[in-house]
């Protein structure tokens, strides 16, 4: 029996998602102060780290989650959760700030 997870293409989701969200974000991270940007960012950091630690945790243990089906809805969260760290230093360099 196949999970219906292992059918979803969680990854493609994660990009439509991350596409249809970076406009309405970038206002969002606009309108905040320099300390509302630094906190964005550092919490969007600690999320995309304990993605990729559960990621790189499965490569060390030898499995080759790339290549895995049911590994897809961690690559798309990893590309999700980093595309989320990205538009925050984004943000932060439009705005001036280091």
Same mark, same amino acid.
């Given at each position: ?13 994660a990009i439509e998602l991350i596409d249809a969200f970076v406009e309405r974000d970038? %206002? *969002? /991270?606009?309108? !905040?102060?320099? &300390? ?5 960012? +550092? #919490?969007r950091q600690a999320l995309y780290d304990y993605v990729d630690r559960i990621w ?18 961690? %690559? *798309? /969260?990893?590309? !999700?959760?980093? &595309? ?5 230093? +984004? #943000? ?7």
């Open positions: 029996m196949v999970d219906v997870d292992d059918e979803l293409d969680h990854q493609g989701m970038a %206002a *969002g /991270l606009a309108a !905040l102060d320099a &300390a509302g940007r630094a906190a964005q960012v +550092q #919490a790189e945790d499965a490569k060390a243990r030898g499995l080759d989650p790339a290549s895995r089906p049911d590994w897809n809805v961690v %690559a *798309g /969260l990893r590309d !999700l959760t980093n &595309a989320l760290v990205e538009q925050a230093g +984004q #943000a932060q360099a439009d705005a001036g700030e280091d």
